[in-house]
């Protein structure tokens, strides 16, 4: 009895683990295209709608792989990378929930 517990508890375990890094890569991927999950289908929509018009769709919130990263994570100097990424964070996000900039970073940005 007790192997079938140990057993069933690994697939169990396995099961979610699977699930979990699943679903962690796949909103990694929406971070890193600058999309939210209902944006995706959207913007999907519209590639196709303008590919027939022989137009081309470009989101404009996507501001770059490690862009959109640093916009999730609040990083806008070096020194964010410690406050903001491993200490728990209470930063303002950009924007107002609403509306957004188009290119929310300054010109005199620290590259990270």
Not at 25 to 44: C, F, K, P, Q
Not at 45 to 67: A, H, I, P, Q, W
Request: proline share 4%; charged share 20%.
């Amino acid at each position: 009895m007790f192997h079938k517990s140990v057993i069933y508890m690994w697939v169990l375990t396995s099961v979610v683990a699977v699930s979990l890094g699943g679903l962690t890569i796949w909103h990694a991927v929406l971070i890193s295209r600058g999309e939210t999950s209902i944006e995706r289908h959207l913007n999907n929509k519209e590639t196709k709608r303008m590919r027939k018009c022989g137009k081309v769709y470009k989101n404009s919130f996507n501001y770059g792989r490690l862009n959109n990263w640093k916009v999730f994570l609040g990083v806008e100097k070096k020194s964010h990378w410690l406050t903001r990424v491993i200490l728990p964070s209470g930063h303002v996000p950009i924007g107002n929930g609403l509306t957004w900039d188009i290119y929310p970073f300054r010109k005199d940005m620290m590259p990270v």
